[in-house]
């Protein structure tokens, strides 16, 4: 039988393989690998405490122009829409008839002035006469009586007079406020009466412009929990900001103020009556809209917060973290959150200052394994980024300056 030759390089090769698998030499390829993840290690911040609400805009003043005199429309003197001042006339009723009972009030003035005169010079001559016995005492209590009573017409012609210039006032229909007149409810020719108190038109103050929002009451009571036990430091009712968010999602550019907080709660839905102040100048807000609020009420100096790459949620939707221990193995959490603050999450409860929360390479580990930790790289927030920008530009502007020179 004939062997075929082996090259002596190729058994050298293969003993030297053989002899590494029998003394237990790993391949270097083989061996296990430590997977690298970046890390924010958490410290107490303040953060503000806000609270979301929705309500409705109202005016600031709204006046109901109505007649208080019977009559006539004669002229409606202002534009439906425009800005009317306070005093101004915006209708004419027919003042005929007034000026009529004015000249009658005038009138029976002076009649009970004539006869006021009359009975006192009675009265003053009666009083010498019974003094000399000329008259009876029950004569001269009598004229003293009718001066009296004359008197007493004269009082009551000139409420007369005043009650008759005050309706002919009346048929001058004026705005009560300055503000934006609505639609006229009556035309030139209608009747008006003040038993029915006929609306003529309305005229509203829009700028500023009231919020009014609802606040469940077992909302409120939690924040006030809170900072009766310190959790929460309150800026005060005056202090407090709001923000705007109109009905097309766009946020209002004036911030408004909180101006009180309803002490009484609705039986029928349980919620109070939260009242914020905003200017108006631009006309933007109308009475009735709908609108969302946010509402700045305190500030938690010890939140802890979490950049949102570091949260998770489960099925049941529970919030999940991924820590690293002192033995850089890792740990899941779950977490009590209370909302966001810009881009991190602040979180109640399930971490403690100083755990290191595992924000970039979450999906390359599992819990129990070991990793090796480096600080994580986050974003930079819009506003930071804004200000990098326009730092560089800065640096680039005078870099060409200082060329160009």
């Known amino acids: 039988m004939c062997l075929k030759r082996i090259p002596y390089r190729l058994i050298g090769v293969t003993t ?32 503000p405490v806000t609270t979301e609400l929705t309500g409705r805009t109202s005016a600031f003043l709204d006046a109901q122009v109505r007649a208080r005199v019977d009559g006539i429309v004669l002229r409606r003197e202002f534009t439906e829409g425009s800005l009317v001042k306070a005093g101004q006339r915006l209708y004419k009723i027919d003042p005929a008839p007034y000026i009529t009972k004015l000249n009658n009030a005038k009138a029976s003035f002076a009649k009970a002035q004539a006869n006021l005169v009359s009975t006192s010079a009675q009265a003053e001559r009666y009083k010498v006469l019974v003094a000399a016995n000329a008259v009876s005492k029950q004569d001269y209590d009598n004229a003293v009586a009718a001066q009296g009573q004359a008197a007493a017409e004269v009082a009551s012609a000139k409420a007369e007079i005043d009650t008759a210039q005050i309706n002919l006032g009346y048929t001058d229909v004026t705005s009560p406020v300055s503000g934006q007149a609505g639609i006229s409810q009556v035309t030139p020719g209608a009747y008006v009466q003040a038993a029915q108190a006929t609306l003529m038109v309305t005229v509203q103050q829009l ?25 929460l430091s309150a800026n005060g009712p005056n202090a407090a900001k709001v923000t705007l968010i109109l009905e097309d999602g766009r946020v209002y550019p004036e911030q408004g103020k909180l101006q009180f907080s309803d002490v009484t709660v609705d039986p029928s839905t349980g919620s109070v009556t939260v009242r914020a102040i905003f200017l108006n100048k631009d006309r933007v807000l109308l009475p009735g809209m709908f609108v969302r609020a946010r ?10 917060v979490v950049p949102v790459q570091g949260v998770s ?93």
Do not use: F
């Open 295 to 304: 509402i700045e009420e305190g500030v938690n100096p010890n939140a802890l």
């Open 16 to 47: 030297a393989a053989l002899l590494a698998a029998a003394c237990g030499e790993k391949h270097p390829a083989m061996m296990p690998h430590t997977p690298e993840v970046g890390v924010v290690t958490l410290e107490s911040a303040s953060v």
């Open 313 to 405: 949620h489960d099925q049941k939707g529970t919030a999940l973290a991924m820590v690293v221990d002192k033995d850089n193995k890792v740990a899941m959490r779950p977490l009590v959150t209370s909302g966001t603050h810009g881009q991190n999450w602040v979180v109640e409860g399930g971490l403690n200052p100083g755990d290191r929360v595992i924000v970039e390479g979450i999906d390359k580990v599992r819990p129990g394994m070991e990793v090796k930790v480096v600080p994580a790289h986050l974003p930079a927030a819009p506003a930071d980024a804004a200000s990098a920008a326009a730092s560089a530009a800065g640096k680039a502007a005078a870099a060409s300056g200082a060329a160009g020179a």
């Open 207 to 231: 700028d500023p412009m009231y919020v009014d929002l609802t606040q469940s009451s077992l909302a409120g009571l939690k924040l006030r929990r809170q900072i009766q036990e310190g959790r």
